[in-house]
């Protein structure tokens, strides 16, 4: 069993910045992969940052170059750095862990765009 609790969300003008933390109940080392997700309202939940474990990344093209994901394993953390943000940035944002071929996922954090 995995438990992932983000933190970091709130509101921000657009063109600001915002760094999301999600700290992990057990080592990170021994994740296949862990990823940043965000569900905006009346939307299904997408995708914006991957990472294996120890190897590459990738972003969907809406927020690649904006977005950075990271991973902290000493300190069983991720992070998701994301600049440059737009009113459609606007959501709830999940972090995910994929473990052994299941699927763990945090309770959310609000990120929320607006001047």
């Known amino acids: 069993q995995v438990q992932l609790v983000e933190s970091g969300g709130g509101l921000v003008q657009p063109g600001g910045s915002l760094r999301l933390s999600c700290a992990a109940s057990?080592?990170?080392?021994?994740?296949?992969?862990m990823g940043w997700y965000r569900q905006a309202p009346g939307k299904q939940r997408e995708l914006v940052a991957h990472?294996?474990?120890?190897?590459?990344?990738n972003y969907p093209d809406s927020v690649k170059g904006r977005f950075t994901i990271s991973t902290d394993n000493a300190k069983n953390m991720a992070y998701l750095q994301m600049n440059s943000l737009k009113p459609e940035d606007t959501a709830v944002y999940y972090c995910?862990?994929?473990?052994?071929?299941?699927?763990?996922w945090g309770q959310g954090t609000q990120v929320t765009v607006s001047s």
């Open positions: 995910n862990a994929v473990v052994l071929g299941r699927y763990y």
């Open positions: 990472i294996r474990v120890g190897a590459s990344t």
């Open positions: 057990r080592s990170i080392g021994t994740f296949y992969a």
